[in-house]
């Protein structure tokens, strides 16, 4: 998943400031920029490897900018002075909250804000399964009695691995079919999501069958809530709602046996949704919580302006 690819991608980045000849951070800059960019088209449409390459890349200017800072510093000095202070501010700002020995520090950071959030009785909606997402139920069932309600978004029917897993935790869970769920969500609280990844509008891109949720939520005026990461936010924006989507096999939904079917219909099964910014209520991330309309606080506190429109 992103995780994953992010941790690596910091990784590989650390390894290139670590072993690439260059005389100061304009050089590295370029440097990391190409190989980002060689990262980047290997999988278009997984943004959190751009996310880290901008982050990197503002560790960078952070760094060079602190050292010019300083008086009398000779200019082939740089590189072994700005070397060891990236790869130190790489491992350190970026890697480290990626680590995943026992629980990540990304998810405790998410899971412990969720007793704020869920509270006794509340009834919670969900839609397919997200690690972020159950650290988060889980964690909130250590202390309270509450119910949730998941959508076993069909055709790949993940909602039900979320369902098994939060009941093995103790959790009165219930699956219904998506069909359903405008059905359901009068007697729901609060909706509770993951992102693949958000944008600079404050929209998410989801699991399919989220704008679904989010639509019927906002009906009834439920609060949506989306747990999320810092580096799934996304500087760039969905100019077409499509922009980021996946298509995968049809064959869940329209199988190669009904021959006849298939050679006069052309069937499409995107993977994402994406959802709006008028649609989310709360972004819950590792750092704290903000509406949609303070996504742009985070990006600046996050990346670089020159970098923004880079990948």
């Given amino acids: 998943g992103s995780f994953f690819v992010a941790k690596e991608t910091a990784i590989i980045l650390r390894q290139v400031v670590s072993i690439s000849r260059w005389r100061d951070a304009h050089v590295l800059i370029d440097i990391v920029t190409q190989v980002g960019i060689r990262l980047a088209s290997a999988q278009p449409n997984e943004l ?63 899971a412990d804000q969720a007793l704020d959030f869920i509270h006794a009785n509340e009834v919670i909606m969900t839609i397919g399964i997200s690690r972020t ?5 889980m964690r909130a069932a250590q202390k309270r009695k509450f119910q949730v309600i998941v959508a076993e978004t069909a055709p790949t029917y993940q909602g039900h691995k979320m369902a098994l897993s939060l009941s093995k935790a103790g959790i009165d869970t219930t699956v219904i079919a998506d069909s359903a769920i405008f059905a359901a969500m009068p007697r729901v609280n609060k909706v509770v999501i993951g992102a693949h ?6 929209a998410l891109v989801s699991v399919s069958g989220s704008h679904l949720l989010a639509a019927a939520a906002k009906h009834h005026s439920t609060p949506v809530l989306v747990c999320t990461a810092l580096y799934k936010l996304s500087p760039l924006f969905a100019y077409v709602a499509d922009a980021f989507n996946v298509t995968v096999s049809p064959q869940n939904v329209l199988n190669f046996q009904e021959g006849s079917i298939i050679d006069d219909v052309t069937t499409t099964n995107p993977y994402y949704d994406y959802v709006g910014p008028d649609y989310v209520s709360l972004f819950i991330h590792n750092l704290g919580s903000a509406p949609p309309t303070y996504v742009y606080r985070l990006i600046n506190d996050n990346y670089d302006a020159e970098d923004s429109t880079l990948l």
């Fill in 48 to 110: 959190a490897i751009g996310n880290i390459v901008k982050r990197v890349l503002k560790v960078i200017r952070e760094v060079s900018r602190e050292q010019k800072r300083e008086e009398n510093e000779k200019r082939i000095r740089d590189t072994y002075h700005l070397k060891p202070l990236i790869i130190q501010e790489i491992t350190e700002e970026i890697i480290a909250d990626l680590d995943t020995k026992d629980t990540a520090a990304i998810y405790k950071g998410i």
């Fill in 133 to 137: 997402v159950q650290e988060f139920l």
């Fill in 197 to 202: 990844a958000v944008l600079a509008n404050g």
